[in-house]
């Protein structure tokens, strides 16, 4: 898609109406589905406004969008006027491919980001070329499919098919074997519960005993049970978890069969009197406040650990820089999933399973697709991902599918197995390089098991990080360089 913008932009003076038209028809095509909460709203104003929060999403970020075209342009311009001549479009789309690469490698982490359609999400569904994530990063298979299709821009064939064809076909080449440990195994409970009906009509008592029934009834000891996001649908303290009575029977359990049970909660913590209050925290007339956190406990026999999400959902889940901008704390939009302003936590790492400390990193709904925040929690050793979330907020649509294809994308970049538990689907086991072992469709109750080996991810974007990207980019630049050079040096204007 972009180079058509590309040749756009190239050929008409004023090209951003019909650019930014372009980019809206991708957005809309791509994430239609945010403004499906409109479906369940109690009341036609309630629709109005869920309807308007999803188109406002989908508008925005073109705008966003733009930026790196818009630079590009200018930089076009600036060469020309060394050159004396118009640039070549053909040559000036490689200039293009190392800005829409650092474009999406900001976008991703900011606080007002929306990743969801960087180009190489793509692939996801695409097992050939969805391989190389595991050297480029999800950025970097961005650039990779821009460099492809900026070779067949230029009519070089023999180069576009070898590198379109090509390249993958080396990835593989490229995985490297790895140490692993003993299979442990797991469990993902998918109870399918409205995600609507969830706070306000099904009653939490049924929900739960709905959990405790999907359980297995002879689980291996040390096994892992992965329970979705926001399981418990009431409000849990972190600090006196112990005494939660829907949490009671979910103890008992692991303690009896001596598992691992993680499972999603709203959690909250209760600041006394005089403590300092975040800009996310909610005051209490009396004195002090609380602050709630997306979250998830990691039961074990002997202990329990804290996974707190930390890339929460833009307006949704919480303002962007609140802490700069607190007059923007009653600015929200309800896109469905949390909603409130969510505490985040000062640092994030892997939780631990019992009983051989085997390191867990967990990623709650939408952190699953920011797979260079997992690679920075994922030590280096045998490990485990586990993805719990509630996709049900969008009904039967893309967004669910979506999501999914991008956390076996996240799993073959990182080279570490991942079980996943979505609420209403879909749950499942993958592999190493993101292939789907076994899984449960979309709105079914039950439970899924299977047997995942750790593995210590070998891949070379958990080695390197983000130096694929910008490979692929200095590679782009060079041969922009070349080119634009040789035509400087060879122009009517040089032999004058």
């Known amino acids: 898609m972009a180079f058509p913008l590309l040749w756009g ?24 589905w945010l403004m499906l909460t409109a479906l369940s709203a109690p009341n036609l104003q309630e629709a109005i406004l869920s309807l308007a929060a999803g188109a406002a999403a989908i508008l925005a970020n073109p705008l966003l969008m733009l930026l790196p075209f818009f630079i590009w342009r200018q930089l076009r311009k600036a060469v020309e006027k060394v050159k004396k001549v118009p640039h070549s479009t053909s040559s000036s789309v490689l200039l293009f491919i190392p800005l829409w690469g650092l474009f999406e490698a900001l976008h991703f982490r900011w606080e007002l980001t929306w990743s969801w359609l960087n180009l190489g999400f793509a692939w996801s569904e695409w097992s050939y070329w969805r391989n190389m994530v595991g050297i480029f990063g999800v950025v970097g298979l961005s650039v990779w499919s821009l ?18 064809f090509g390249s993958p076909a080396l990835s593989f080449l490229l995985h490297f074997p790895t140490e692993t440990a003993p299979p442990r195994h797991v469990y993902a409970i998918q109870p399918d519960i409205d995600p609507y009906a969830k706070f306000a009509e099904f009653p939490p008592s049924e929900q739960v005993q709905r959990l405790l ?26 600090d006196a978890w112990e005494r939660e009575p ?8 692991v303690q009896r069969h001596k598992v691992n049970l993680l499972i999603g909660i709203v959690g909250y913590k209760y600041f006394p009197p005089g403590s300092a209050l975040s800009p996310s925290a909610y005051p209490s007339p009396e004195g002090g406040g609380y602050e709630t956190y997306n979250a998830a406990l990691l039961l074990r026999p002997d202990t329990v650990q804290l996974h707190i999400k930390s890339r929460l959902v833009p307006f949704v889940e919480r303002v962007p820089y609140l802490e700069v901008f607190t007059f923007l704390r009653k600015w929200q939009i309800d896109l469905g999933g949390g909603f409130g302003n969510f505490g985040k936590p ?28 997992l690679r920075k929690r994922l030590p280096n050793r045998p490990a485990l991902i586990a993805i719990i979330t509630n996709d049900g907020w969008w009904k039967k649509s893309s967004g669910y599918w979506q999501h999914l294809t991008y956390g076996q994308l996240t799993a073959d970049a990182l080279g570490t197995p991942a079980v ?47 130096i694929g990207w910008i490979g692929v980019s200095t590679f782009a630049l060079i041969v922009w360089w070349i080119r634009w050079y040789r035509s400087l040096r060879f122009s009517p204007l040089s032999e004058k």
């Open 9 to 32: 932009l190239a050929q008409r003076e004023r090209p951003y109406r019909l650019l930014y038209l372009a980019l809206l028809i991708w957005n809309f095509i791509g994430c239609y």
């Open 420 to 466: 996943r538990s979505a609420n209403t689907g879909v749950s499942a086991l993958l592999s190493s390089s993101g292939a789907r072992i076994t899984d449960l469709g979309y709105h079914r109750i039950g439970r899924i098991e299977g047997i995942l080996s750790p593995q210590k991810p070998a891949t070379l974007y958990y080695r390197w990080g983000e």
């Open 246 to 253: 829907f949490l009671i029977p979910f103890k008992e359990y």
């Open 147 to 164: 460099m492809g299709a900026a070779l067949l821009h230029m009519r070089l064939l023999t180069a576009f098919v070898l590198w379109g």
């Open 213 to 238: 029934s999907l359980l297995p009834h002879s689980p291996p000891q040390g096994a892992l049970i992965v329970l979705p996001e926001t399981a418990i649908p009431t409000s849990v303290s972190i």
């Open 346 to 373: 000062s640092r994030q790492e892997a939780l631990s399973l019992y009983p051989d400390e085997l390191p867990l990193t967990v990623a709650i709904c939408y952190e699953s697709i920011f797979m260079h925040d």
